[in-house]
């Protein structure tokens, strides 16, 4: 079995008692809930990175700044 398998074994066999997680399991499933929240976090923050270095990129590769879109707008 891999290590991810037994990992998702072990939250969805945390101990109840009474229909309620124990002490224990608790802080075992709140602290996979802040590790979960932070890897959506870094995902999510992925494509804005990426545009930051895309405009980075084409600052430097074109010698100018990229104009802001509300400059270029006929109006």
């Known amino acids: 079995m891999t290590e991810s398998t037994d990992?998702?074994?072990?939250l969805a066999q945390a101990p109840l008692e009474?229909?309620?997680?124990?002490?224990?399991?608790?802080?075992t499933l709140q602290e996979e809930a802040y590790f979960q929240?932070?890897?959506?976090t870094w995902l999510w923050s992925l494509p804005a990175l990426n545009m930051v270095a895309m405009k980075k990129g084409h600052?430097?590769?074109?010698?100018s700044a990229t104009t802001s879109w509300r400059s270029?707008?006929?109006?």
């Open 7 to 10: 990992r998702y074994r072990e």
């Open 18 to 27: 009474g229909g309620y997680p124990t002490p224990e399991a608790a802080r």
């Open 37 to 40: 929240r932070a890897v959506q």
């Open 59 to 63: 600052e430097r590769t074109s010698g």
């Open 72 to 75: 270029t707008r006929s109006g």
